[in-house]
C-alpha cells in the first residue's frame, strides 16, 4: 500500500493522535511549537530511515538519508492537509522567517518519548508517525492564523524547513544540558 493510502485510510487516528501532541508540546510559544512539531516528523523520517546516528556527533548535517520518494509523500501530505483547510502551501514566505526560527531546537528529543507514547496509545505503525507530527504542526499554523498570531505564510515556511532540518539533522540525547 502506498504511504498516501495508509495515512488515508488512518488518519481518523493520525488527526486524533496529532491533538494529543500537541498537549505534549511547549504550550509556550507557537512558533516554537510549529518548530518541534516539524522537527518531530523529520526526526521520525530519520529513524525511520534506519540509518546508523549511534556514531554521528549531535548537530551533524546528515545528507542522503531520507529517500526523495519519502520526503515528496511528506510534503504532499502537508501541501494536502494546508489546502482542505484553505491555506495555500505555494505562498510560504522563508524571507519571512526570523533568524531564531531558522535553528534546529536540540531539545526536541526530549519530546521524542512522549510523542512515541501517544502515537502508540492509537495503535499507530511507525512508517506513519512523522504525518501524526506534521498534522499537529498544521494544526498550530491553522490555530497561529486564527488567533492572528502567526501568518500562515510563515507558520508553513517554519513548518516544512524544519522537517527537512529534523530529517538532516544528527539528534541530541534527550538528556544532555544544553546552553
Known amino acids: 500500500m502506498d504511504i498516501l493510502a495508509s495515512v488515508q485510510k488512518n488518519y481518523p487516528a493520525i488527526h486524533t493522535a496529532a491533538g ?21 516528523a ?29 520526503q515528496q509523500a511528506m510534503h504532499r501530505f502537508v501541501f494536502g492537509m494546508a489546502m482542505s483547510n484553505g491555506l495555500n502551501p505555494k505562498e510560504v514566505d522563508f524571507a519571512a522567517m526570523s533568524a531564531d526560527a531558522k535553528k534546529y531546537l536540540p531539545q526536541l528529543t526530549q519530546f521524542e518519548k512522549p510523542f512515541r507514547d501517544t502515537c502508540d496509545n ?17 494544526k498550530l499554523v491553522l490555530a497561529g492564523n486564527q488567533l492572528k498570531l502567526l501568518s ?3 507558520g508553513l515556511a517554519m513548518l516544512f524547513f524544519h522537517i527537512i532540518a529534523g530529517s538532516k539533522t544528527a539528534p541530541y540525547p534527550p538528556t544532555i544540558e544544553r546552553s
Open 20 to 40: 494529543e501532541f500537541l498537549g505534549k508540546l511547549t504550550g509556550s510559544n507557537i512558533t516554537t511549537d510549529i518548530c518541534l512539531a516539524g522537527e518531530m
Open 42 to 70: 523529520g526526526l521520525m523520517l530519520l529513524r525511520s530511515s534506519k540509518a546508523d546516528l549511534r556514531n554521528i556527533p549531535p548537530g551533524t548535517v546528515i545528507l542522503g538519508a531520507i529517500a526523495d520518494d519519502v
Open 122 to 138: 492509537y495503535g499507530i505503525v511507525s512508517e506513519l508517525f512523522p504525518f501524526i507530527a506534521v498534522a499537529a504542526g498544521v
Open 152 to 154: 500562515p505564510k510563515i
